[in-house]
């Protein structure tokens, strides 16, 4: 059985379950590899444990980038209020 395999078979595992296993598991090179990254962008977050190298001469660094929704399809605030609107037009 694959490590992805065995890994679905789980019922109810999550990335963050994943995530807060890596990050109990601090490897002091991660943290190495992490103080290099230069990062200034204040929209971009990087993982300090969970890397990925190669046979080249430098490292993967998890990363996270907000992504805002305000006036967008995916804006929440403009859901809720069409949610709110269309729920007093039923009403009506």
């Known amino acids: 059985m694959t490590t992805q395999k065995a890994l679905a078979a789980i019922k109810g595992l999550t990335l963050a379950d994943c995530l807060q296993f890596f990050n109990e598991a601090k490897d002091p090179r991660a943290q190495a590899i992490y103080e290099l990254c230069d990062v200034e962008d204040e929209g971009f977050e990087i993982d300090t444990v969970h890397t990925s190298e190669g046979e080249d001469n430098g490292a ?22 069409e949610e709110t609107e269309n729920n007093e037009e039923d009403e009506s």
């Open 60 to 81: 993967y660094m998890l990363g996270w980038r907000w992504v805002p929704f305000s006036d967008t399809a995916l804006d929440k605030e403009t859901e809720e209020t």
